[in-house]
């Protein structure tokens, strides 16, 4: 795909991985329509964007609401005239207390965002994708799709169905030429590290994983994004970012 003039929605970009993904698109030439339920991390990126050179959008969204999913993909339409990338990237962790421990209702709200938002964002998308004869979604997933882990089983469990939600879009790209990927990174530093705990730090089972594994930096795991973006021939793809990969 050429990247320039294209029009990207980019869910969960009001930070971390999302922002470094958006910031690199618009970087390429991308018109980027930056969403968070996080309106105040959304408009930061916007204006990160927009210093740079960029052309970049925020639109509020809460990926839990299908009404909110819509009227996003909508209003991107509306705003560039059209949708060419979806990059699928909203996602939480439980916190503390760590599995299984975890509360009924963040149980809940665990699975309705991070697997419950990637299935209407590409519902939306693929709508508006089709017009404009085909396109790519990236979905974030998780290595924790394949290395269960123990102190937060739900994650793990949605990042797998991510994973396997990607891998069963792959008709759409014959069909509709929609190629449909997910990155699945290691630990990245963002703010999410520190909501495995008290969000002030990281939670105790995550303390010793980082001093033998250190993080990514988002960045990193923009340009893996990117390049599901650009491959013509990538669809269906599961790419782990490690460091060392
Ligand atoms: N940081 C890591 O170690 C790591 C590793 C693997 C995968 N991931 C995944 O990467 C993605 C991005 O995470 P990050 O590390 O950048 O964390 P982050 O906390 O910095 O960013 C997550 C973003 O998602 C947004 N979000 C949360 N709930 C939402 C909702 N209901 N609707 C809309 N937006 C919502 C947040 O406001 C935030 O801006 C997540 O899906 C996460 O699971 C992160």
Redesign the pocket.
């Known amino acids: 795909m050429e990247l320039s003039g294209k029009v990207a929605v980019d869910?969960?970009?009001?930070?971390?991985?999302?922002?470094a993904s958006a910031s690199l698109l618009a970087s390429k030439g991308v018109k980027v329509v930056v969403?968070?339920?996080?309106e105040d991390?959304?408009r930061e990126t916007v204006a990160t964007i927009v210093g740079q050179g960029g052309d970049a959008h925020f639109v509020f969204?809460?990926?839990?609401d299908p009404g909110s999913v819509t009227s996003l993909y909508a209003a991107a339409v509306e705003h560039y005239g059209g949708l060419d990338i979806s990059h699928n990237?909203?996602?939480?962790?439980a916190g503390n207390p760590p599995w299984p421990e975890t509360p009924m209702e963040r149980l809940m709200q665990l699975a309705?965002?991070?697997l419950g938002?990637v299935m209407p964002c590409t519902r939306a998308a693929v709508d508006h994708l089709r017009n404009r004869g085909g396109g790519a979604i990236v979905n974030?997933?998780?290595?924790?799709a394949q290395f269960p882990m123990a102190d937060d089983a739900a994650?793990s469990a949605t990042?797998a169905g991510v994973a396997m939600f990607t891998q069963a879009c792959a008709a759409l790209k014959d069909r509709d030429g929609i190629r449909v990927n997910a990155v699945?990174?290691?630990?990245?530093?963002?703010?999410?590290?520190n909501?495995t705990g008290d969000g002030t730090k990281p939670a105790d089972w995550l303390v010793a994983a980082l001093e033998v594994v250190p993080?990514?930096k988002?960045e990193e795991?923009a340009e893996a994004v990117l390049e599901l973006i650009v491959d013509d021939n990538a669809y269906s793809q599961l790419k782990p970012v490690m460091a060392g990969l």
């Open positions: 869910p969960g970009a009001g930070s971390g991985i999302g922002r969403a968070d339920i996080d991390g959304g969204v809460d990926v839990t990237n909203a996602g939480i962790v309705m965002v991070n938002g974030t997933a998780s290595i924790a994650y990042k699945l990174p290691g630990l990245v530093d963002t703010p999410i590290i909501k993080p990514l988002p795991v």
